[in-house]
């Protein structure tokens, strides 16, 4: 079969663009996703089955049993079809060359930071942008060959990180940038006249992966790394965590509480009061309110949170 619009994804996110895509710009000729057992081999944060929008749209859907497109039965699929303009949208995985050539016009996702491509290159951009502290964030709607990230831009979009963003606030934001993003290159398309800038003047660098356990808190560590790790993993993420008298404390929400209140009676880590319980917690340079958590035990003042 020959398909002319091509999807790639997996989560919440490829969900709300295939959506718009079909209501808005045209259809969707196939989306490409995993298939349930895949999930049992690799941790997917955001995953959601996108069978829906086969009773919804019509699409097509592939569901590869090989997260890195390997496997012989999707080899076998790009072989014996042939497709003009893929889009990737929540698929965290390399494409490989042998899939990437099948497509007339290339396939295009998405990659962002707090500067240009190349710099910036690799895993978890969002969550790292916003652990480190970045106020800016500038999306690029690239073309895809074997390589992470190359700068072959299509075009970009930047917005703010502000003081108040999640990682979900802030997925919020690249839905809206993607939406007119993916327009313009729909649009490209149709003129027959997808053209990219590969003359980027900045450097190499790069994220590493990020996994669950990365979002252990230590409050040895300053107030403002405390919170930006914490907005930086919570959900759709598995979120920050420390230790509460021998159990596990997974915290979803906090933000700075004072840096001036004399606390130095109270040890870094320790919860100094709890109102509406929410934990007030002695930091290395104040204190943070962590206003929603998970505990099996049920927190008390004078614990040390470790």
């Not at 707090?114 to 800016?136: A, M, V």
């Not at 997974?250 to 009061?273: K, N």
Request: aromatic share 12%; glycine share 8%.
């Amino acid at each position: 079969m020959h398909y002319r619009i091509v999807l790639f994804g997996v989560k919440d996110t490829t969900a709300a663009i295939a959506s718009y895509i079909q209501d808005n710009l045209c259809p969707v000729d196939l989306l490409v996703t995993i298939h349930p057992e895949v999930l049992s081999k690799n941790q997917v944060s955001g995953y959601q089955s996108l069978s829906f929008l086969t009773e919804r749209y019509g699409t097509q859907i592939f569901e590869t049993r090989s997260y890195g497109l390997k496997d012989e039965e999707t080899r076998r699929f790009f072989e014996e079809n042939t497709f003009e303009l893929g889009i990737s949208m929540g698929w965290q995985r390399l494409i490989p060359a042998g899939v990437l050539e099948r497509f007339r016009y290339g396939v295009f996702g998405f990659h962002g930071n707090c500067g240009y491509l190349p710099f910036g290159r690799g895993r978890s951009p969002l969550n790292w942008s916003i652990i480190k502290g970045d106020t800016r964030f500038i999306l690029n709607l690239f073309r895809y060959d074997e390589k992470a990230d190359s700068p072959n831009i299509f075009a970009n979009e930047m917005c703010a990180i502000t003081p108040y963003d999640t990682v979900r606030t802030m997925q919020y934001k690249n839905m809206m940038v993607s939406k007119r993003l993916i327009a313009k290159l729909i649009e490209a398309y149709r003129e027959g006249n997808i053209s990219v800038n590969r003359n980027s003047r900045d450097f190499d660098s790069w994220y590493g992966k990020r996994t669950a356990e990365d979002g252990k808190l230590d409050f040895h560590e300053r107030t403002r790394d405390l919170y930006n790790l914490i907005r930086g993993v919570t959900r759709p993420f598995p979120g920050a965590f420390c230790s509460c008298k021998g159990e596990r404390m997974t915290v979803w929400r906090a933000h700075p509480f004072d840096e001036i209140l004399d606390l130095s009676m109270y040890a870094p880590g320790e919860i100094v009061d709890i109102y509406d319980n929410m934990l007030i917690v002695r930091t290395v340079d104040g204190s943070l309110l962590i206003e929603e958590y998970e505990c099996a035990l049920r927190p008390e003042a004078g614990t040390v949170l470790e």
